[in-house]
C-alpha cells in the first residue's frame, strides 16, 4: 500500500513561526513534525511515499529529497496553486494508482501503528477517530459498529484524526482543481460506504504554537 502525506498547508496560525520554514519542518522533540509520520509508516512496512507541497515545500524536497536516507521512497506533488485537501489529492492520484492508499495529515502528531490498518470490502473510505478537543465544538462523524455517519444536531461524535485509507474511486466524479475532501466524506457516509475505527491514544492538532508545545510535551514522553 501507498500513503501520501498532505504537507500543502501554509500553516498561517503558526506565525511567525512558519514565516520561513514549512509547518511540517517545524521540529518536534529533535525533528520534523512530518518526519514522525514518515518514520511511523516505514514501521509498518509502507516505504512507497508522495507527499504534496506549496508554501515553501522547495525546503521540503531540499530536506528529504527522495527518501533514502529515512528508508523510503518519495514522490513530490508540488502545487503552484492551493487546491485544498481534495484537489490536492486529486493532482497526486496518478502517483497513487489504482488500489487504496494511507493519508496521513502532515500536521497532526499522534503516535499511530498503522500495520493492521485496512479499507474494508465496499467501502470508499475508512477514518480514523479521536475524542474531540477542547477548541472544537462540533464532532465531525458518529461512529457505531465500525460504520460512520454524519452526525445530527445535539449528537454526540468524534473528530477526524487525519489518519485514513482512501480509494481513488472516492474521487470519480471529480475535476482538477481546488476542492475539499470533507464533502467527499461525508456523503461516502450517507451511502454507507465510510468506515472507521477510534484511536485512544494521544492526538494533536499542531495548528498554533501552544499545540506544537503541546506535541513536544508528548513526544519526550513517548
Given at each position: 500500500m501507498?500513503?501520501m502525506i498532505l504537507?500543502?498547508g501554509?500553516g498561517?496560525r503558526m506565525r511567525?513561526l512558519t514565516?520561513h520554514?514549512?509547518?511540517p519542518?517545524?521540529?518536534v522533540?529533535?525533528?520534523?513534525l512530518?518526519?514522525w509520520?514518515i518514520?511511523?509508516l516505514?514501521?509498518?512496512?509502507?516505504?512507497?511515499?508522495?507527499?504534496n507541497?506549496?508554501?515553501?515545500?522547495?525546503q521540503?524536497e531540499?530536506?528529504?529529497?527522495?527518501?533514502?536516507?529515512?528508508?523510503?521512497?518519495?514522490?513530490w506533488?508540488?502545487?503552484?496553486e492551493?487546491l485544498?485537501?481534495g484537489?490536492g489529492?486529486?493532482?497526486a492520484?496518478g502517483l497513487?494508482?489504482?488500489?487504496p492508499?494511507l493519508?496521513?495529515?502532515g500536521d497532526v502528531?499522534?503516535p499511530?501503528e498503522?500495520?493492521?490498518?485496512?479499507?474494508?470490502d465496499?467501502?470508499?473510505a475508512h477514518?480514523?477517530?479521536?475524542?474531540?478537543?477542547?477548541?472544537?465544538?462540533?464532532?465531525?462523524?458518529v461512529?457505531?459498529?465500525?460504520a460512520?455517519?454524519?452526525p445530527?444536531p445535539?449528537?454526540?461524535?468524534?473528530?477526524?484524526?487525519?489518519l485514513a485509507?482512501?480509494?481513488p474511486?472516492?474521487?470519480?466524479h471529480?475535476?482538477?482543481?481546488?476542492?475539499?475532501l470533507a464533502?467527499?466524506l461525508?456523503?461516502?457516509?450517507d451511502t454507507?460506504r465510510l468506515s472507521?475505527?477510534?484511536?485512544?491514544?494521544?492526538?494533536?492538532?499542531v495548528?498554533t504554537p501552544a499545540r506544537?508545545?503541546?506535541?513536544e510535551r508528548l513526544a519526550?514522553?513517548?
Amino acid at each position: 500500500m501507498k500513503a501520501m502525506i498532505l504537507a500543502a498547508g501554509k500553516g498561517e496560525r503558526m506565525r511567525p513561526l512558519t514565516l520561513h520554514t514549512p509547518k511540517p519542518l517545524l521540529p518536534v522533540a529533535g525533528k520534523p513534525l512530518i518526519q514522525w509520520h514518515i518514520e511511523a509508516l516505514r514501521a509498518a512496512g509502507v516505504t512507497d511515499l508522495v507527499i504534496n507541497h506549496a508554501w515553501l515545500g522547495e525546503q521540503l524536497e531540499q530536506h528529504f529529497a527522495a527518501g533514502a536516507a529515512l528508508g523510503v521512497s518519495i514522490q513530490w506533488s508540488p502545487e503552484g496553486e492551493p487546491l485544498e485537501t481534495g484537489g490536492g489529492i486529486f493532482k497526486a492520484l496518478g502517483l497513487l494508482g489504482e488500489q487504496p492508499f494511507l493519508l496521513v495529515n502532515g500536521d497532526v502528531w499522534v503516535p499511530f501503528e498503522f500495520a493492521g490498518l485496512a479499507l474494508p470490502d465496499g467501502m470508499l473510505a475508512h477514518l480514523v477517530l479521536v475524542d474531540n478537543p477542547e477548541f472544537k465544538t462540533t464532532a465531525d462523524f458518529v461512529l457505531v459498529d465500525g460504520a460512520l455517519s454524519n452526525p445530527q444536531p445535539g449528537e454526540q461524535g468524534l473528530t477526524y484524526s487525519g489518519l485514513a485509507v482512501l480509494h481513488p474511486k472516492l474521487f470519480e466524479h471529480e475535476r482538477a482543481g481546488a476542492f475539499a475532501l470533507a464533502p467527499l466524506l461525508r456523503r461516502a457516509a450517507d451511502t454507507g460506504r465510510l468506515s472507521g475505527e477510534y484511536f485512544a491514544g494521544p492526538w494533536v492538532d499542531v495548528g498554533t504554537p501552544a499545540r506544537l508545545a503541546d506535541a513536544e510535551r508528548l513526544a519526550q514522553g513517548s
